[in-house]
């Protein structure tokens, strides 16, 4: 019997102590969210692994950091519609051009997405490589091989570029798309989801 007291005892601490680490990990973790520039959230009580990660909307910068303080490079998506520039329109139902060159007239989609350089020693460019699109069902859709605006920028310097795709149904149809940008220098993702207004 003296052995079951001592090992409840025993079982009370460890349970006072687990409390008392969880409540100082959450203290420590909205600590740091603070000082990396994120917003804490207070109801952060869901499993460790399910840390979720910022989705952007239209004109909403995405800034990646090295070690969550040293802003590294920002992509900010500012366009994603059927307002076609003058580059995008050459390519709207071209036959003769070659695969992934072909724009359709209704499922066709201009995005544009400006870039800037925060703290990238060497000249960055957001390129096209980097960018997979998603379609509302989570599929991802045909962009073209075309890419208008390629300027590498230095330090302290924004570019824009604009690319295409072709949605897997019309986009007037289309609801949303999603847009990841997954970077090679820092190993980072850029995650947005636009809405489309037709």
């Known amino acids: 019997m003296h052995d079951a007291l001592v090992y409840s005892d025993q079982n009370d601490s460890l349970i006072a102590k687990n ?47 090295k070690n969550g303080t040293d802003k ?10 059927q307002n076609f520039n003058d580059h995008g329109k050459t390519l709207v139902g071209q036959s003769d051009m070659g695969a992934n060159m072909n724009l359709s007239q209704d499922k066709g989609l201009q995005v544009t997405a400006d870039y800037t350089n925060y703290g990238l020693t060497d000249p960055f460019l957001a390129s096209t490589q980097y960018f997979t699109v998603y379609d509302d069902e989570g599929k991802t859709v045909e962009m073209l091989s075309q890419q208008d605006g390629q300027d590498e920028v230095t330090e302290g310097h924004t570019g824009t570029t604009h690319f295409w795709v072709d949605l897997n149904k019309p986009v007037s149809q289309t609801k949303y798309i999603e847009i990841e940008y997954k970077d090679g220098s820092i190993g980072g993702v850029s995650k947005f989801k636009i809405e489309l207004t037709a």
């Open 19 to 65: 409390k008392k680490l969880v409540k100082e990990n959450k203290q420590y973790k909205q600590l740091f969210t603070t000082l990396s520039g994120g917003s804490s959230s207070s109801d952060d009580e869901s499993s460790d692994s399910s840390e979720k990660e910022s989705v952007y909307g239209l004109n909403e910068e995405s800034i990646l950091a």
């Open 72 to 81: 590294m490079y920002g992509i900010k998506i500012t366009q994603a519609d």
